[in-house]
């Protein structure tokens, strides 16, 4: 009986505060819905279930590197490429190394932090909502990007709004300190994340390719190793 018990508590994922207003809403959609008609009430807690799983706030286990850059949420990897990062970012005009983080909406949306530093500007732009998985969502889309001086100088992180991502928090100010894989923000519903590598590190992970936020290594600084390749077996 005992360990079906931490069973179980281990399985449940604590829900993000963020969340409640909307899971409680559902529920109570869900309660009128009933009153109309039986089955519309099983959908109802169907999709409410899903809001629930949608705000769910798993523990993670980062890995305490400071040469490691660490995914900033959980999804597939969809762009790996040199860029030119946003104006707003004042990280400068040459390309930078870009990975970029894609989530639908049955994705953990926690954001994370990249890497250990100082929040050295916080910059949001207004924008579209076209679908995050395009390229393009980079530059037209609504966002909020975060600049963060670490060991190897300064990274960007870039919230991207998605096609029915209206709403992008921010839960930190300029002059915080970040730890890696701390918690810095959330995105509803279904958005990207993008990734602006400081020079010097090295892509670890390849396009289509999942990402656990906090814990799976996008990239790398100091290592003979050079780019890393994959393929599809």
Known sequence: MINLLDTIRNTLVPIHKEGYLFVAAFFVVSLVLGLIAEPLFWIGLILTAWCAYFFR???????????LVISPADGR?????MVVPPAELDLGSEPMLRISVFMNVFDCHINRAPVRGRISQIAYR????????????????????????????????????????????????????????????????????????????????????????????????????????????
């Open 77 to 81: 990897i969809s762009h790996v490429a």
């Open 57 to 67: 706030d798993p523990e993670r286990v980062v890995p305490q590197d400071e040469d």
């Open 126 to 233: 207004s924008g579209q909502f076209v679908n995050a998985e395009l390229d393009k969502a980079s530059t037209d889309n609504e966002r909020n990007g975060l600049v963060i001086e670490g060991k190897h100088g300064k990274l960007g992180v870039v919230q991207i709004a998605g096609l029915v991502a209206r709403r992008i928090l921010c839960f930190v100010q300029p002059n915080e300190p970040l730890e890696a894989g701390e918690r810095f923000g959330l995105i509803r519903f279904g958005s990207r994340l993008d990734v602006y590598v400081p020079a010097g590190g090295e892509a670890r992970v390849s396009i289509g390719q999942r990402a656990i936020g906090g814990e799976t290594v996008l990239a790398e600084f100091g290592s003979a190793k050079g780019p890393v390749v994959s393929r599809r077996n």
